[in-house]
């Protein structure tokens, strides 16, 4: 064999151990969503069918007709929340949007404007943003901005580790300057239990993030700058009671960490899309449907957040709830299936809708009751 | 019957109350009393559970009250070192009794 050809085999060769070598999260990171695992839950079909298979609960359906809440009903729209899209520089294993840096939904200009457009047309007090890191959608800022100009109160849900990317430097600063309420992703105040489930490494950098949004003025006292924590379970189990867990993370992140917030919100997960997969794998969906429907609470059921919110997907289409909204099931109303067909008068019928139920709205109806706001009964 | 537990047999505790419903009523009154916030909280009174589940080595306790560790906001290390209480306090009960040995060795012998 030549040297030349020798030489190159042995190059591949060693390119080839030096991926061996890669550090797991880079491979993790090479496919983690389900959609890029081809992994068959990337398909809302297949997750609704799941859903719809479990010996484990009622037909929730059922449960809400026991206590006289079928059909669920709309009360008012004071949340609209827009979902800008799934891009994300997390892939944490819990999530129920299936995001990722791989993904390449995200909102247009165009739809951003028409969600705006049908804003200014209603008196929707509060606009809350999601993704994905919704920070990521080039036109974050703009909805921001309009929506603050239309005298809205702003919402960025947002995943902390963003605020540190090079390309978003100056993140805090606009979000400040826009009194834009955070409400920031934290599971746990221990690394272990973060990091586990949002990926090696989140946990330092999401209490940088948080040390830089208490350096901006986020969550001090006599501040206007809300911040707000929000804390899931890193597991197959409900969430602790919400004041309780509250004044651990007080604790426990001033006392190592300097950190400083408003409120905890406890969100508990959804049996849906990644959450679902980690389910199924560890053998706990059963248990876990079970367990929220043990736990069925009616004035939690009474009190959830799809009675009062509108939620827009990245392609403008209309949704209950942003669970709804993952597993593809849209509004019930026909006529007024995305944002440019709302008009003012379209408006008064989507306040009362008939909400989509399934399944998975078990996960919103348990314990105290789970929202986008955590617990909806104390 | 292969095993004298039955992880199932868990979710049967109730069918103790058929036999006897007065009972089972003020235990369980009593049960859910102890376990509500008091001077306590609900959280430290679950890992107490844990530690005494341990100690006395009980299945279903074991089972019911990770759990209910995990969703009380405790993580593993707090249950792990919970465990080791229970283990140090029934290791210490043994040594403390030696004592007691030596108490009998000291009077037999010369």
């Known amino acids: 064999m030549q040297d030349a050809e020798k030489g190159a085999q042995q190059r591949s060769r060693i390119a080839f151990l030096s991926i061996l070598s890669w550090p797991i999260p880079l491979l993790k990171h090479m496919g983690l969503t389900l959609l890029s695992r081809r992994n068959p839950l990337a398909s809302t079909e297949r997750q609704l069918e799941v859903l719809a298979e479990t010996k484990a609960c009622l037909p929730f359906d059922e449960r809400l007709a026991a206590v006289s809440l079928a059909p669920l009903r709309a009360t008012g729209i004071t949340v609209f929340q827009i979902n800008v899209g799934k891009l994300c520089n997390q892939t944490c294993r819990h999530c129920h949007v299936d995001a990722g840096p791989d993904r390449e939904e995200r909102m247009t200009r165009e739809t951003a404007e028409l969600c705006i457009r049908a804003l200014a047309q209603t008196d929707i007090p509060t606009v809350d943003i999601t993704g994905g890191a919704p920070e990521l959608n080039p036109n974050f800022r703009w909805l921001v901005e309009q929506a603050t100009a239309l005298g809205r109160h702003v919402i960025d849900r947002c995943n902390l580790s963003v605020l540190l990317l090079p390309s978003q430097a100056d993140l805090a600063q606009f979000l400040s300057d826009q009194h834009a309420e955070i409400i920031a992703s934290l599971p746990y105040f221990r690394p272990v239990q973060t990091n586990a489930q949002r990926g090696d490494g989140v946990h330092e950098k999401s209490i940088e993030a948080l040390q830089l949004l208490n350096r901006v003025g986020y969550g001090q006292e006599g501040s206007d700058l809300t911040l707000n924590l929000v804390h899931n379970p890193v597991g197959a189990f409900l969430p602790a009671k919400q004041e309780a867990i509250e004044a651990q993370f007080r604790r426990e992140l001033l006392r190592h960490h300097g950190i400083r917030f408003n409120h905890l919100y406890t969100i508990t997960n959804m049996p849906i899309s990644r959450f679902l997969e980690f389910l199924l794998e560890s053998g706990n969906y059963e248990g876990y449907m079970e367990r929220l429907a043990n736990a069925f609470n009616p004035a939690a059921a009474a009190g959830v957040m799809c009675r009062y919110t509108l939620s827009i997907g990245w392609d403008g289409n209309l949704y209950d709830c942003d669970f709804n909204q993952m597993l593809s099931l849209p509004v019930a109303d026909q006529a007024v299936r995305h944002i440019r067909d709302v008009t003012p008068a379209r408006l008064v019928g989507l306040q009362n809708r008939i909400i989509v139920t399934g399944n998975h709205c078990y996960g919103c109806t348990a314990g105290a009751g789970s929202s986008c706001g955590g617990a909806v009964t104390s | ?110």
């Not at chain 2, 019911?64 to 906001?73: I, N, R, W």
Request: proline letters at 3%.
């Open chain 2, 1 to 110: 019957m292969d095993t004298y537990y039955h992880p199932p047999d868990l979710h049967k505790f109730a069918d103790m109350g058929k036999g006897n419903k007065e009972l089972w009523d003020k235990f369980m009154s009593y049960y859910s009393a102890v376990f509500a916030e008091g001077a306590l909280t609900e959280r430290e009174k679950a890992l107490i559970a844990l530690g005494v589940a341990h100690a006395v080595q009980c299945p279903y306790c074991i089972d019911a009250y990770s759990q209910a560790c995990l969703e009380k906001g405790s993580n593993t290390e707090e249950m792990t070192e919970a465990v080791h209480v229970a283990c140090a306090i029934r290791g210490g009960a043994s040594l403390i009794h030696g004592v007691q040995m030596r108490n009998v060795t000291d009077k037999l012998s010369m």
